[in-house]
Each structure stands twice: as C-alpha cells, then as structure tokens.
C-alpha cells in the first residue's frame, strides 16, 4: 500500500498526467478515500458544532469579524468544501451585528483572495476566498 505522502509527490510533480497516469494514482489511493473522508465529515461537524456554540460576527468589533471570515476561510480550505462558508458567512451572517459595514468586508475578503499567504494562509485558500467574496459582493448589490 503507498502512503498518502508518495501519493501526493507523484500528484506535485505530475506535469503531464496522462489518463493510465491518474488511474494509477486512483488505484493508489483508493484505500485512504473513506478515512480521509470521514476524517473531513467528522473537522467539518467540529467545525461547525464550535460555530453553533460560539456565533461567529456578535463581537461588534471589525478585526474579530475579519478574523472569524479568514478562519472559516482556512476552515473550508482544510475540507475542500464551501459548506462552512455557506452557513456561517452567508446564510447565518447577521449584517446587523457586524460592526462595519457589509462592504468593508467584501473588500477585505476581495485582498484575500488575491494573496492569500498576506492573511497568512495557504495558497489553495485563494478558490474559498473568491467564492467568498462573490457571496459577499452579492449580498452588498442587494442591500
């Protein structure tokens, strides 16, 4: 069985995957598929369990609003998944409780997803970012 290290460097410094290429890797993989999925389910249900107990955007203070948009933004890069972002930044987000208004953060959020490693995190933060930010935008147009 390969480890999901040697897994992962084959997947780094494959330049011209082929499609024999990817079903090797698939092959390699398939035994670490259903732990590090359910690995993933369990972090997001931590995840959203500690936001259910500590409501993200209620301080009234804008670097704890920034702070809690760019962890959920690690958060859901972590899970592969916008679910997190979803939830606690659009569909939970009281835009009465925030304490500036809604399009500070869209253009905060808007940096971030330009450079990620400036809010000092990883590169593969940029996709939530940018959703993020769309969502955000959005819900600026509307207001």
């Keep these: 069985m390969h480890d999901l290290s040697s897994i992962r460097s084959k997947l780094k410094y494959m330049h011209h995957p082929t499609l024999p290429s990817l079903q090797d890797i ?17 972090y997001t249900d931590a995840v959203d369990k500690y936001y259910e107990m500590n409501k993200p955007f209620t301080s009234k203070d804008p670097a704890k609003d920034l702070t809690s948009f760019i ?11 916008y679910y997190l972002l979803e939830k606690w ?8 409780n925030l ?3 809604l399009a500070y953060y869209a253009s905060k959020i808007e940096q971030l997803a330009k450079s990620p490693t400036d809010f000092k995190l990883e590169a593969g933060a940029k996709p939530y970012a940018e959703h993020l930010a769309k969502r955000l935008k959005s819900l600026v147009s509307v207001a």
């Design 99 to 101: 304490a500036k208004p």
């Design 89 to 96: 930044c659009i569909h939970n987000l009281q835009v009465s």
């Design 26 to 42: 698939e092959r390699q993989m398939q035994p670490h598929v259903a732990d590090v999925a359910e690995v993933l389910r369990l």
């Design 71 to 81: 962890e959920l933004v690690g958060f859901s890069t972590i899970t592969g998944s």
